[in-house]
């Protein structure tokens, strides 16, 4: 079935600190989405990626989408304390409706 | 909006009883998720419902599960016998199905411990 693999699964930083995680799928997606949760929260959504090679930014985050539509990458810029939280992306393969989640990426920011 | 909302917020069982977690999903949308959440297994979907019909259930772990969307504004997922590895937060999202497969909106959770 469908999987979505997600690296680094931990990830500390210092505050002002760039850093990049990426995910990738088994299968070609129609589209990739993005979720934040906060420690004790519910995901929230940030962002679907449709398009090959599709490139958006939210202040300071990026978020890719590969050109083969297998693999996307979320950049953050600038790292401040109210970016902790899990990231997940979320893939789905094309014709199908059910969006599977990677394992997420858990960002810790020192200050 | 008041969002998707899910009730209980937590729930202490004991094993097995009988759990029936709710959800109602933002007004509008069509398509209704119940998803597990486990530090081990990630966020799993159990299934899914279109216009209130189940789709796809494949992800239910065993004929204990099972879920109900008897109108638009109201689903249920119950566990009977519950069990302690049922242990878990349990979210409801929805989505406005033909918006282009949008973004989901995921209530706050139950979170179930089975004693």
């Known amino acids: 079935g469908q999987q979505v693999m997600q690296i680094p699964q931990y990830q500390h930083v210092q505050e002002g600190e760039d850093f990049t995680t990426y995910c990738n799928s088994s299968?070609?997606?129609?589209?990739i989405q993005w979720y934040k949760q906060r420690p004790g929260g519910h995901p929230v959504f940030l962002i679907q990626l449709v398009k090959s090679g599709e490139v958006k930014k939210q202040k300071r985050l990026t978020f890719q989408f590969g050109e083969a539509k297998k693999n996307s990458s979320l950049h953050i810029t600038a790292t401040q304390t109210t970016d902790v939280g899990t990231y997940f992306c979320?893939?789905?393969?094309?014709?199908?409706?059910?969006?599977?989640f990677g394992k997420g990426m858990k960002l810790t920011v020192n200050p | 909006d008041a969002g998707v909302i899910q009730s209980p917020r937590h729930e202490v069982t004991e094993m097995g009883q009988e759990v029936t977690l709710r959800c109602k999903p933002i007004?509008?949308?069509?398509?209704l998720f119940w998803y597990r959440q486990t530090m081990m297994r990630g966020l799993e979907l159990l299934i899914y419902f279109n216009n209130n019909v189940p789709i796809d259930d494949s992800g239910m772990p065993e004929d204990r599960f099972s879920a109900k969307m008897p109108n638009a504004s109201f689903s249920t997922l119950k566990i009977q016998p519950s069990e302690p590895r049922d242990s878990a937060v349990y979210f409801c999202?929805?989505?406005?199905?033909?918006?282009?497969?949008?973004?989901?909106?995921f209530g706050s959770g139950t979170r179930l411990t089975v004693v």
């Open positions: 299968t070609t997606l129609s589209n």
């Open positions: 999202a929805s989505t406005l199905r033909d918006r282009g497969r949008g973004g989901y909106t």
């Open positions: 979320a893939g789905i393969q094309g014709g199908s409706e059910k969006l599977v």
């Open positions: 007004s509008g949308h069509n398509s």
